[in-house]
Structures are given as C-alpha cells and as structure tokens.
C-alpha cells in the first residue's frame, strides 16, 4: 500500500478528521494510518460516495485542518500550520482538479490558467513566465485557439481541460484531483484522464487522484481502496 516514509514525497500517518453531530456527539471521517506517494508516482484511490474522498485531499491541501496525525510533504510537517501557511503551502506546492471545475466565469481561459500563478505570486513567490506560461499550458491540453474564450463558451470537457491546465501551470510537485470526470460525459472520460496522466508524466508531478469510477481506476498501476486505508466507520 505504502511506501517507506524515507522515499515519501507526501507521507501520511494518523491522520483522523471528525465533524460535530447536529445531535450531539462526533462522527469520524477519516482515520488513516498510512499513506504515502512517492515523487512522480500517480496513485488513485477508489471509494465509494461518501467515504471521504475529498475531505482526505482538503485535508491534505491545508483547505480543511486535521484534528490530529501526520502530514509531511517533502519531509516538512504540514500540521499546525496556520490558515495562511496552509495557503502558501497549497498555491506553490500542489495543484487541485476540482470535480466541478471552480472556474470564474467572468474570466478567460487565459485568465483562470494565469490565476495558478497569481496564486503562487500572492504567496510570496515570483511565479515568472505570466501569459506566456499560460498560453504554454492551454496549448498543452488543446485549448490554444480557445485561450479567450469564456467558460459559459466552451464545452464541459474543455472547461475541464482548463482546469487542469490551472492545477499545473505553476509547476506543482502533487497534483490533487477529485473525481475529475464526474461531470464530463463518458465520451469524454477517457481523454481528461490520459490528459492528468500524461501531462503529470511529463512534468514528474506526483498525483493523488480519487474517484468511484472503476473504469477510471484501473487505468493506473496504483489503485488503493479506500475503505482498506480509512478505519473510519469500519
């Protein structure tokens, strides 16, 4: 399942998240013992709805805290780090493919691609290369004629493809994506996924992919269960 810790690009231990009961009480979503993603290694975890899929990757991403254990990434402890830590943390180290895209619609493809950067600028790095990076990156994912269009312009799977675009154009080294394909018609499916894993490849971004997709999971030589990793509710 897991990697030595030593070899670990984001190495997770302990890791449990609970949410208050509007009844009174806790209810524990997530209780991970171990979980470790090398650099460069795509890993897809299969799980149900649910089953806290994407509370793990908020979690991981610093958008929600753990209550306790372990989260390091390139060897750094990531827990109790403030909120803005967390922010800086997660605008130049990782990218995030949301499940509903979270394109602003006012903006350009252009300018959604170019918000990854701006990102990672606010956080107090140079995020060189600008419109041109980009462009680079629309490019990439087959959007380079599109690069001005609106989100209400384009397709749901071109809207995808933005956003892919936006998770990697500041060069992350872990790339989070949740259920990628959720909203993308099936005829589309298998494009987004080679698309993530194709251009995770060639920028040696290490990937931590969740879905319930079986036909998406067994596209990938890592696929760990989710239910097997997360004591929660067992």
């Known amino acids: 399942m897991s990697q030595t810790s030593g070899q670990a690009l984001l190495s997770i231990r302990d890791l449990k998240k609970q949410y208050d009961q509007p009844g009174g009480g806790e209810l524990t979503i997530l209780d991970v013992p171990a979980l470790d ?39 750094v402890e ?38 990854g950067l701006s990102f990672a600028r606010l956080s107090g790095t ?13 490019d990439r994912v087959g959007l380079g004629d599109r690069m001005h269009y609106l989100p209400s ?5 071109q809207q995808q493809r933005v956003a892919v675009a936006r998770a990697l154009v500041n060069r992350p080294i872990l790339l989070l994506a949740d259920e990628p ?22 920028e040696n971004v290490a990937m931590l992919l969740v ?10 030589d ?3 269960q989710l239910s097997q990793i997360n004591r929660a509710g067992k």
């Open 37 to 75: 993603v090398r650099a460069g290694e795509q890993v897809v975890l299969r799980g149900e709805s649910g089953s806290g899929k994407t509370t793990l990757l908020h979690v991981i991403s610093g958008i929600v805290p753990a209550d306790s254990g372990s989260i390091r990434l390139e060897g």
């Open 78 to 115: 990531l827990m109790g780090f403030s909120e803005a830590k967390r922010d800086r943390i997660r605008a130049v180290k990782m990218g995030y493919v949301f499940q509903t895209f979270s394109l602003l619609p006012a903006f350009t493809a252009l300018e959604n691609v170019r918000l």
């Open 126 to 138: 140079s995020g060189s290369g600008g419109i041109e990076r980009a462009a680079e990156f629309l």
């Open 153 to 157: 312009q384009l397709s749901v799977g």
């Open 181 to 202: 394909t959720a909203n993308v018609d099936p005829s589309n499916q298998d494009r987004i996924i080679e698309l993530i894993a194709t251009q995770c490849r060639q």
């Open 211 to 220: 879905t319930h997709s079986d036909a998406v999971a067994s596209r990938f």
């Open 222 to 224: 890592r696929i760990e």
